[in-house]
């Protein structure tokens, strides 16, 4: 199984452009969610889902957006991209319990300049 | 105050040692507790589940305390393995989406 799957692995943007995360699981996991990670704090939740057609915000939701068109998909849009936003995305998947953790992508480093 | 707190170090021990991190959080009614590991410039991934009776892994042993509302997490005869970025995670409700991470302690074991 190939887990989670994350694309692009790095990127880099002008202020103002916009682009997708994209994330795929093939665990059949309900949930999955969308972290930032900045120097010297923890993950934060930006989006998340339970479920296709459902989602919800988290901690740091604005400046981007989510849909869950499938079980599987669950890409990242970044409506206008700020200096703010340069960070290490990474998606996570897992059961609706989260008693048993998250599965991890391998990351998107993305710069704004 | 964050929510989840961690001593970031980092801890710098030789091979063979046994180290301790601790972890505490705030939201009395968390209901699971984690430890993740992440290699530099790496996702974390799922080290061990903390039990309120305690529980171990090999070398890991993690504790939790809600009386006082940390957690910790021993590992003994570290290896060079083992150097990496432990995070505390707590998850304050029935589901996923009430995840909260550490900052995360930096380890790392020298020959």
């Known amino acids: 199984n190939a887990g989670v799957t994350q694309t692009p692995k790095f990127q880099v943007l002008k202020t103002g452009q916009s682009m997708t995360l994209q994330c795929a699981q093939d665990m059949n996991h309900e949930y999955m969610s969308w972290y930032r990670q900045d120097p010297g704090m923890g993950l934060r939740l930006i989006h998340y889902s339970v479920g296709a057609g459902i989602t919800d915000q988290g901690e740091v939701p604005n400046g981007y957006n989510v849909s869950r068109s499938t079980t599987e998909d669950f890409p990242l849009r970044l409506l206008s991209a700020a200096p703010s936003q340069t960070s290490v995305y990474f998606c996570?998947?897992?059961?609706?319990?989260?008693?048993?953790?998250?599965?991890f992508g391998s990351g998107t480093r993305l710069t704004v300049v | 105050r964050k929510e989840v707190e961690q001593d970031p170090g980092p801890f710098n021990v030789p091979e063979g040692a046994t180290v301790a991190f601790n972890c505490t959080y705030s939201?009395?009614?968390?209901?699971?507790f984690f430890w993740y590991r992440q290699d530099c410039r790496k996702e974390p991934k799922l080290l061990m589940s903390v039990y309120s009776s305690g529980n171990e892994d090999g070398r890991f042993t993690a504790q939790l305390n809600r009386a006082s509302q940390y957690i910790s997490l021993l590992i003994r005869d570290s290896k060079l393995s083992d150097s990496a970025t432990y995070l505390c995670?707590?998850?304050?409700?029935?589901?996923?989406?009430?995840?909260?991470f550490g900052a995360g302690t930096r380890l790392t074991v020298k020959p």
């Open positions: 996570a998947s897992g059961q609706l319990s989260g008693a048993l953790g998250y599965t």
């Open positions: 939201n009395s009614a968390s209901q699971s």
């Open positions: 995670v707590v998850n304050r409700g029935p589901n996923n989406n009430d995840m909260r």
